[in-house]
């Protein structure tokens, strides 16, 4: 089987490698495996990061006998990068995983490739077919149709609608709209796909924090950051997304570039290694450019958290590393710096608040029993501190975890960080 277009070189802690090479940083020393969600959940050596780093070498050297066993291997993976974090030889497991996946596939899913189209020619129609599915959503006819999309091997949405119990009125492009505001130049909001669809209420009240922390800033309609097709093998989508936002952004200012969801957060920082290949040298210095201006929203609250106004009141609080605000940006004393600010006495520390909650974007759909036993762990977790509120700052775990509470924990709720800080602030925003 052809596979897909793979990347071929990697930005790792030892500098640019080949895939090859940082495949064999791994001495299969085992360190990794505790810090593995999957291997601790079935105890499979395939299910390991160093059985996925073997897996992935093998492929490359041409010995690999097994596909389909080596797919589903790879296909495991949460991505989550907790073996990375552990490893001393810092091998970049996630990257090597997707390369993995893009040999062995011979093409992304139709759904994505369609999702990409749009997202690269036609955003505008992308908002009204999703405000389309969230109209059928309000009307009940959603669920109707999900035996329908099963039928048409379209499960993943399926599951995604029955996972999903409320959607917006309104996107955050609407809101913005009905009272666009002041602008400066302090800083530029780019709206992740996850808060722009799905949560605005999370994207009105980061530019509401932001405004109230760093004065008057601006939203200028960025392009999707391109993680989903680069996740599931449509790389020269990936590739066109980055260009059009780093194209874009050269225009924004010299302010921060803000995103309030961690996965995407950390995925444009990771630009860069789009613009390995020969030939890109131009745009790989673009994209350094662009990476270095890229915050996390939660960095800026951190850096402002001494002006952050005590707010309790919200029961025992506690805060969920989403895994590539953890793994792939390093921040973990940061948020807990802004809970503690506005918590005071009433933040506690969750027990493996580091753990993947199986969320993972598509993963809870995919493979909805191993989501749901890593879920169960994390909730049991929140129990453990007695929480009331669970902060969080990646759209995938929010979706996750309010699931999770609503089934297993009513007693706790998730709130984005962004509304978190809004309230403390007295910040209102969304509808």
Known sequence: MEGMETLGRLLTDLGERSAYDAASQCSRCGYC??????YTATGREAYSPRGRNQIVRLMLEGKLDDPEGALDALSSCLLCGACTTACYAKVPTPDLVLEG????????PAAVRALTRLQLRSPRTLERLLKLAYLAKRLGLSRAARPVLRALGLGVLAEMDEH???VPERIFDDERRRAPGPEGENWTYFAPCGPRYLFPRAAL??????????GPGRFRDNRCCGLLAHNYGELEGARELARRNISEAESWGPGPIVADCSSCAAFLKSYPQLFLSPGQ???RRRAQRFAARVRDAVEIYAQDAARLPPAPGLGATCWHDSCRGLNGEGLKDEPRRVARAIAGEEFREMPRADA???????????????SDELLRAKVSGAAAAQARTVV???TSCLIQLARGFRMYYPDAEVIHISEYVARALGEKHGP
């Open 33 to 38: 495996e505790q810090a593995c969600p999957t």
């Open 101 to 108: 996946r893009r040999a062995l596939r011979a093409r992304a």
């Open 164 to 166: 999903v119990r409320r």
């Open 205 to 214: 009240a980061t530019q509401s924090v932001l405004k109230r922390l760093r």
């Open 281 to 283: 040298d131009g745009w």
């Open 356 to 370: 993947c909650c199986g969320g993972a974007g598509a993963f809870a759909f995919t493979r909805p029993e191993l």
């Open 392 to 394: 969080a700052g990646s």
